[in-house]
Nanobody, 124 residues
Framework: QAQLVESGGGLVQAGGSLRLSCAASGGTFSNYGMGWFRQAPGKEREFVTAISWGDGTTSYADSVKGRFTISRDNAKKTVYLQMSSLKPEDTAVYYC?????????????????WGQGTQVTVSS
């Protein structure tokens, strides 16, 4: 059973950058597809980006394409979310999730394990 812990959230001005990390323990990390999701106040949790196990195929929500980059380090059992050109509408709690043999899927129902989330606040 995987356990996921996010870190790196905080307060940043619009146009700034942040890098989130998600450290995994338990299970075989290299066999997990990993995803980032976010939930803004009063809104449903939504897909942000994901990376597959194996070949590292990625997928991105249209709202973050060109601004966010997902990457993984299997040796460190960590997935990263590099966020640039942040906007106030990126303010949310960001969650990482894992899916055994995941293929960068968008559907959050297909993820098996979730972290507790980290708050990202972008001020205007």
């Amino acid at each position: 059973q995987a356990q996921l812990v996010e870190s790196g959230g905080g307060l940043v001005q619009a146009g700034g950058s942040l890098r989130l990390s998600c450290a995994a323990s338990g299970g075989t990390f290299s066999n997990y597809g990993m995803g980032w999701f976010r939930q803004a106040p009063g809104k449903e949790r939504e897909f942000v980006t994901a990376i597959s196990w194996g070949d590292g195929t990625t997928s991105y929500a249209d709202s973050v394409k060109g601004r966010f980059t997902i990457s993984r380090d299997n040796a460190k059992k960590t997935v990263y979310l590099q966020m640039s050109s942040l906007k106030p509408e990126d303010t949310a709690v960001y969650y990482c999730a894992s899916a055994i043999l995941g293929r960068a899927q968008v559907d959050q129902r297909t993820y098996d394990y979730w972290g507790q989330g980290t708050q990202v606040t972008v001020s205007s």
